[in-house]
């Protein structure tokens, strides 16, 4: 069983359901403080599941095992239970998951944000072991079940700027969840990167403050999508739990207006 977050509005609404797809090591509780109850109160039913293995799906006996694609079967058993195609908005991890989906078959549209770039994971990380050693020796053998505060105070800057509200981070920490080696290794390998099929409506969005997906990256993944990417000021990782979460949701809502 998957874990499906849902906010719905409050009246019949004629706007497309929205499927939030939530990053690496982490649940679909991220989108619910703000974008679940935001969007919903403008006209988007709105639902956010968590992958397999993570948050409260089952599947954690065998999250070692799966691979990118398991996760995209995930989203599309949730997309197919819903009333009508929805709208994907993936962060990171699940923007790749998103693209893989749109390099299988038209999807009705994909938000991007924080996305892994065309040349998939390994640059990322080999950029951040050389510039900050640190993250990648923490990173090395995490293990959410055992975090020792020295290891969440050399992380944080990668995934929060110093904004955030302390019981945000408290509550994403508990949300923490270890990730599948073999995902990691798709994206390594560019597993995510194909030729889209068809001519789904494309929305790439990052933040200049993101230390995971910098501008360059978030750029790239627009120019092989042929659009503008929409950069953020300020910000980290996990835009959408930062005090200006706002800039973000309606900026990709402004987009999302312009579909059919």
């Not at 359901?17 to 989108?31: K, Q, R, T």
């Not at 195609?85 to 699940?94: C, D």
């Not at 080696?181 to 889209?196: G, I, N, S």
Request: glycine share 8%.
């Amino acid at each position: 069983m998957l874990e499906l977050r849902s906010h719905l509005p409050t009246r019949a609404s004629r706007k497309p359901p929205l499927l939030f797809i939530h990053g690496g090591c982490c649940d679909a509780w991220c989108w619910e403080p703000h974008f679940l109850p935001w969007f919903a109160a403008r006209g988007w039913p709105s639902y956010a599941l968590s992958l397999r293995g993570h948050g409260g799906s089952g599947g954690k006996d065998t999250l070692l095992m799966a691979g990118l694609d398991d996760y995209v079967a995930d989203v599309e058993d949730v997309a197919g239970h819903l009333d009508t195609s929805p709208v994907l908005i993936g962060h990171s991890m699940g923007a790749a998951i998103a693209e893989r989906m749109m390099a299988t078959h038209p999807v009705r549209g994909a938000a991007l944000l924080a996305p892994i770039p065309p040349t998939g994971l390994f640059p990322v990380a080999a950029r951040l072991a050389t510039t900050h050693p640190d993250y990648a020796s923490h990173m090395i053998g995490f293990d959410p079940m055992r975090i020792a505060e020295d290891i969440l105070k050399a992380l944080r800057p990668f995934y929060f700027s110093k904004r955030v509200d302390q019981a945000i981070l408290t509550e994403a920490i508990a949300h923490l969840n270890g990730e599948s080696p073999r995902v990691l290794f798709d994206l390594a390998m560019r597993l995510h990167w194909a030729e889209p099929q068809g001519n789904s409506p494309v929305f790439v969005m990052g933040a200049a403050g993101d230390q995971i997906a910098v501008p360059a990256d978030v750029e790239a993944t627009a120019a092989h999508h042929g659009v503008q990417a929409t950069i953020l000021p300020g910000m980290g990782h996990m835009l959408m739990l930062e005090p200006e979460w706002e800039d973000a949701a309606k900026a990709l809502a402004t987009w999302m207006g312009k579909l059919d």
